[in-house]
């Protein structure tokens, strides 16, 4: 969890002075580096963490994203479902480790869609016989996508308690602006 909070921590501050998502990135990465130098110190485990760093264009009706190892979005309309063409980069902590910088994608985020946001806890939910839980699968429904797919899941999963944290966020794009739900 500390390295969770010091990515909490950092992100507050560096999102008022940070111009790009490259450089929100670099200084998120700074602050695990730094709290992994802490621990190991301590003697405690270096831990590195999974984000998806957003901007959301209302005025371009587009989306400015770097991926660093988590689970991708999914753009939904309400006749598909597109995942976003974004290269996963290296989880905060590791990216002196990858051969490439973090480098942000954008893709359209039109008037009547919803992007859809999750944590590797629903994609890593798994049914009794172990396998991982089909999200790709599951996405067409009803209107209240978070609470469906959460329920959908915990079914899914039967007697199995998650073994992580699950996060399910929808960003609709009505035809004038966005709204979270």
Same mark, same amino acid.
């Given at each position: 969890?500390?390295?969770?909070?010091?990515?909490?921590?950092?992100?507050?501050? +560096?999102?008022?002075?940070?111009?790009?998502?490259?450089?929100?990135?670099?200084?998120?990465?700074?602050?695990?580096?730094?709290?992994?130098?802490?621990?190991?110190?301590?003697? @405690?485990?270096?831990?590195?963490?999974?984000?998806?760093?957003?901007?959301? @264009?209302?005025?371009?009706?587009?989306?400015? #994203?770097?991926?660093?190892?988590?689970?991708?979005?999914?753009?939904?309309? #309400?006749?598909?479902?597109?995942?976003?063409?974004?290269?996963?980069?290296?989880?905060?902590?590791?990216?002196?480790? *990858?051969?490439?910088?973090?480098?942000?994608?954008?893709?359209?985020?039109?008037?009547?869609?919803?992007?859809?946001?999750?944590? @590797?806890?629903?994609?890593?939910?798994?049914?009794?016989?172990?396998?991982?839980?089909?999200?790709?699968?599951?996405? *067409?429904?009803?209107?209240?996508?978070?609470?469906?797919?959460?329920?959908?899941?915990? +079914?899914?999963?039967?007697?199995? +308690?998650?073994?992580? @944290?699950?996060?399910?966020?929808?960003?609709?794009?009505?035809?004038?602006?966005?709204?979270?739900?």
């Amino acid at each position: 969890m500390g390295a969770a909070f010091a990515v909490l921590g950092s992100f507050r501050e +560096a999102a008022h002075r940070e111009p790009t998502l490259t450089g929100l990135v670099d200084a998120l990465d700074a602050s695990v580096v730094r709290h992994n130098s802490y621990v190991a110190r301590r003697g @405690d485990d270096e831990r590195f963490v999974t984000v998806l760093i957003l901007n959301i @264009d209302d005025a371009r009706n587009e989306v400015q #994203a770097i991926n660093c190892g988590h689970v991708p979005p999914h753009l939904l309309d #309400a006749d598909s479902v597109i995942t976003p063409p974004l290269d996963s980069g290296a989880p905060l902590g590791l990216a002196a480790l *990858a051969a490439e910088p973090a480098t942000p994608g954008r893709f359209a985020f039109p008037g009547g869609t919803a992007l859809l946001l999750t944590t @590797d806890g629903l994609t890593e939910s798994r049914a009794a016989d172990g396998a991982f839980y089909p999200l790709d699968e599951r996405l *067409a429904g009803p209107g209240d996508l978070p609470r469906a797919l959460n329920e959908d899941a915990h +079914a899914y999963a039967g007697k199995a +308690a998650p073994h992580d @944290d699950v996060a399910i966020l929808t960003v609709r794009r009505p035809h004038r602006s966005c709204t979270l739900s």
